[in-house]
């Protein structure tokens, strides 16, 4: 461990337990109340700008993706209460949980299964929108169906589109850019499965497999995207589009519980658990909750013990000045969407006065999170995607931090809504795999 970091060990007790793998919590305690109104690096405007793009993308989006068409070319996932799954962590872990669990299930989202089909897609949309009114050759008050004629491919296919990732992100990528005529590549690194390269390139997709880690193929494509003037770099270390695509989420979850009659304010208060790799999806979703539900909305960050960036990050106040190696922790986690050494350089600091905290997990109980959900509620998602139970299943800092909130009182009324990252992709003879794990 480099000299400079040890001094964290010994003064940041969360840390102290990373270094050593432990589970551990580490509560925020710069996030403040009203502290989304602080937030300067983006805006609430921006979140509505990326709303209206997403309608106007609908109609092509439902003429190219069959399965939009129950819901009108909108990308969006099921909430629904998981009692029976409830039932298994108050029994299996002693959760103790006391409100209603529900599960946001993004991994089954439409077109690539993951909750990057929010940021990922969005972005691609977003950059195939601006080249084509700077071409002359889309207005906004078209019908963007158009786009998905013949001449608006020959029209794409003379840009590339490109971006790193351990997984989802690069499927969400590679199968919307692909879909619109651009050329693709993706550049992953080693943690990822060989199932999601098979389906990119099943799709047009170029891979570009990595042996080393997720920075090193992000660094990569990177370096290749900016020496091709008409390559696009997607880059998921810092993309403010990224991010707006994400924070559509906490409006259209508003809408969900609306609809559900389930009432989210200071008496009833709602606690999201977001699976976390570099932070661009956690990062994004939680802005756009707690723009919407303030400080009636408790957001955490959870992600595997091996690969505990964000923690190590925002709990030294370092950000992407600090790597899980440069703390000896190796970075290898089955949990391959969330296998990232170093935070974003943008999204620990813009959620910084807002996320509540950050739990960890080891992969073991990943795998028996997974069995738990799917032989309850018959619902499949990822191993890392169970990693949204992390802080459930250690009641000890669920209490801990309800006593520090002064929320004790209402500790039967929270609502507690697991976000499912990804799942639906996964291959049959993978998820049979995974349940012998």
């Known amino acids: 461990m480099k000299e400079a970091f040890k001094a964290f060990v010994d003064t940041i007790p969360a840390v102290a337990d990373a270094v050593q793998l432990k589970e551990t919590f580490w509560q925020n305690g710069k996030q403040i109340p009203g502290g989304e109104k602080t937030i300067k690096e983006v805006?609430?405007?921006?979140?509505?700008?990326?709303?209206?793009?997403?309608?106007?993308?609908?109609?092509?989006?439902?003429?190219?993706?069959?399965?939009?068409?129950?819901?009108?070319?909108?990308?969006?996932?099921?909430l629904k209460a998981i009692p029976n799954m409830k039932e298994f962590l108050n029994e299996q872990y002693q959760a103790d949980i006391k409100g209603k669990l529900m599960i946001k299930l993004d991994s089954d989202l439409p077109v690539s299964g993951s909750i990057k089909a929010r940021g990922g897609i969005y972005e691609v949309l977003k950059h195939a929108e601006e080249l084509a009114m700077?071409?002359?050759?889309?207005?906004?008050?078209?019908?963007?169906?158009?786009?998905?004629?013949?001449?608006f491919q020959e029209f794409f296919s003379q840009?590339?589109?490109?971006?790193?990732?351990?997984?989802?992100?690069?499927?969400?990528?590679?199968?919307?850019?692909?879909?619109?005529?651009f050329r693709v590549i993706v550049h992953m690194s080693a943690d990822a499965k060989q199932w999601k390269k098979d389906l990119l390139r099943s799709r047009g997709v170029e891979v570009v497999e990595y042996a080393d880690d997720y920075s090193a193929a992000v660094d990569q494509g990177r370096t290749n995207s900016e020496a091709d003037p008409m390559s696009y770099f997607v880059d998921d270390e810092?993309?403010?589009?990224?991010?707006?695509?994400?924070?559509?989420?906490?409006?259209?979850?508003?809408?969900?519980?609306?609809?559900?009659?389930?009432?989210?304010?200071?008496?009833?208060?709602?606690?999201?658990?977001?699976?976390?790799?570099?932070?661009?999806?956690?990062?994004?979703?939680a802005y756009g909750i707690k723009q919407v539900f303030g400080d009636a909305a408790h957001c955490f960050f959870t992600e595997p013990t091996h690969a505990c960036c964000m923690l190590l990050g925002m709990a030294t106040g370092l950000h992407d000045?600090?790597?899980?190696?440069?703390?000896?922790?190796?970075?290898?986690?089955?949990?391959?969407?969330?296998?990232v050494g170093r935070p974003s350089a943008f999204v620990g600091r813009v959620v910084e006065?807002?996320?509540?905290?950050?739990?960890?997990?080891?992969?073991?109980?990943?795998?028996?999170?997974?069995?738990?959900?799917?032989?309850?509620?018959?619902?499949?998602?990822?191993?890392?995607?169970?990693?949204?139970?992390?802080?459930?299943?250690?009641?000890?800092?669920?209490?801990?931090?309800?006593?520090?909130?002064?929320?004790?009182?209402?500790?039967?009324?929270?609502?507690?809504i697991a976000w499912a990252t990804g799942g639906s992709m996964v291959p049959q003879e993978n998820r049979e795999e995974y349940v012998k794990m």
Not at 134 to 151: F, R, W
């Open 238 to 285: 810092n993309s403010q589009n990224l991010f707006m695509g994400y924070s559509v989420a906490g409006e259209r979850l508003k809408a969900q519980l609306d609809t559900q009659g389930i009432v989210v304010d200071e008496d009833h208060p709602m606690f999201v658990y977001l699976p976390c790799g570099i932070g661009g999806a956690p990062g994004g979703v």
């Open 134 to 151: 700077e071409a002359g050759k889309l207005k906004e008050t078209d019908d963007y169906a158009v786009l998905a004629e013949p001449e």
């Open 321 to 339: 000045g600090i790597s899980v190696k440069d703390m000896d922790i190796d970075g290898k986690t089955d949990a391959d969407g969330l296998a």
């Open 353 to 416: 006065p807002v996320l509540s905290g950050i739990a960890t997990i080891h992969d073991e109980k990943l795998y028996d999170l997974m069995r738990g959900l799917l032989t309850t509620e018959e619902q499949f998602i990822e191993p890392s995607a169970c990693a949204s139970f992390a802080m459930l299943i250690r009641p000890e800092d669920v209490k801990a931090y309800l006593k520090a909130k002064g929320l004790e009182h209402v500790e039967e009324n929270i609502v507690h």
């Open 159 to 181: 840009y590339t589109v490109q971006v790193g990732s351990t997984g989802n992100l690069g499927l969400s990528i590679g199968i919307m850019s692909a879909k619109l005529g």
């Open 43 to 78: 805006e609430p405007a921006q979140i509505k700008d990326a709303s209206d793009r997403l309608v106007r993308f609908a109609s092509y989006l439902k003429k190219v993706f069959p399965e939009l068409e129950a819901t009108g070319g909108i990308i969006e996932s099921e």
